[in-house]
C-alpha cells in the first residue's frame, strides 16, 4: 500500500502523519504508530505500510514534529512535555476516528523505542483506544525530569486495555530489570498482558535495516503483537498473563 505524508491537525497547528490503507471498503481496525527517535525515517515507513498490508488503517504520528526538538535524535527522549505528545497521539486518534474506512472499529496504539514508551503510557491516560503494543519500548522513566513526570509502570491504576510488550534481553537501553518491575505490575493490578522477551536481542532488533536486527525475533514479535491486538478487535480476550521469557 501506498504511504502517504499529511498534516494531521491539532489544537494550536498541525503536525506530521504517515497514512497508509488497506485495499477494500472496509471498516478495518485502526493502528496508531508512534516512531523511534529518529522519526519518519524508512522504518516508520516501512512499519505503517506493512500495517496497511495486514488490513490496519495504519497512521503515523510525528511527535517530533515541534519546534525545538533536538536535531540529534539521540537528544530527543525528554526534550518535550509528554502532554504535548500525548496531544498529538489524541489528534491522530480523532483523525482514525473520523476516517471512513474506520467508522466504529477498534483504535490501537503500536510504538518502538521511545514511541513504545508512549504506546504504553497513552491508554493510561487516553480511554478511547483498545490496546496497545510496544516493541523495545521504555516502561519506565526518569520522573525527576519534569518534561516526564509520570512513567507506564507507576500508571496501572489508570491502565483499562490489554498491552503486549516485546523487548529484547540484551537491550542495554531497556534492562530487563525495568521489563521486570512492568511485568510485575502489571500482575499486581489483574491486567490483560502479554510480556515476550528474546535472547540476545539489542535495542532496534525489529528494523530489518538497522545493525542490531535479528530476523526470527522481529517476525516473532510482529506475529504476536497483530494476533494480540486483532483478537482485541474481535471481541475475543487475549490471553491473560503470558509472559514467557
Not at 515507513?45 to 506493512?50: I, K, L, N, P
Not at 535479528?214 to 503470558?242: V, Y
Request: proline residues 8%; aromatic residues 10%.
Amino acid at each position: 500500500m501506498a504511504v502517504q505524508e499529511i498534516r494531521i491537525q491539532r489544537q494550536g497547528g498541525d503536525i506530521g502523519g504517515l497514512l497508509a490503507v488497506p485495499s477494500g471498503s472496509g471498516p478495518f481496525p485502526g493502528v496508531i504508530m508512534i516512531p523511534t527517535v529518529r522519526a519518519f525515517d524508512d522504518f516508520a515507513h516501512y512499519a505503517v505500510e506493512r500495517l496497511a498490508n495486514e488490513d490496519w488503517v495504519a497512521l503515523g504520528v510525528n511527535i517530533f514534529d515541534h519546534p525545538g526538538i533536538p536535531e540529534d535524535p539521540f537528544k530527543r527522549p525528554g526534550s518535550q512535555p509528554d502532554e504535548r505528545v500525548l496531544g498529538d497521539l489524541d489528534a491522530g486518534l480523532n483523525l482514525l476516528k473520523n476516517h471512513s474506512l474506520v467508522k466504529n472499529q477498534s483504535i490501537f496504539a503500536w510504538g518502538y523505542c521511545i514511541g513504545g514508551r508512549f504506546s504504553l503510557l497513552w491508554p493510561t491516560y487516553q480511554k478511547g483506544i483498545s490496546g496497545a503494543a510496544a516493541f523495545h519500548g521504555f516502561p519506565t522513566n526518569d520522573t525527576t525530569n519534569p518534561n516526564t513526570p509520570t512513567e507506564p509502570a507507576g500508571r496501572m491504576e489508570h491502565l483499562n486495555v490489554p498491552v503486549v510488550g516485546l523487548f529484547g534481553e540484551a537491550d542495554r537501553l531497556v534492562p530487563l530489570k525495568e521489563v521486570d518491575r512492568y511485568r510485575s505490575e502489571l500482575t499486581k493490578h489483574g491486567k490483560v498482558f502479554d510480556i515476550q522477551t528474546y535472547p540476545g536481542a539489542e535495542h532496534g532488533w525489529t528494523n530489518p535495516k538497522g545493525p542490531a536486527y535479528k530476523q526470527e525475533a522481529a517476525e516473532d514479535s510482529w506475529r504476536r503483537a497483530t494476533l494480540f491486538l486483532r483478537n482485541i478487535a474481535s471481541g475475543a480476550e487475549p490471553a491473560r498473563a503470558r509472559a514467557s521469557r
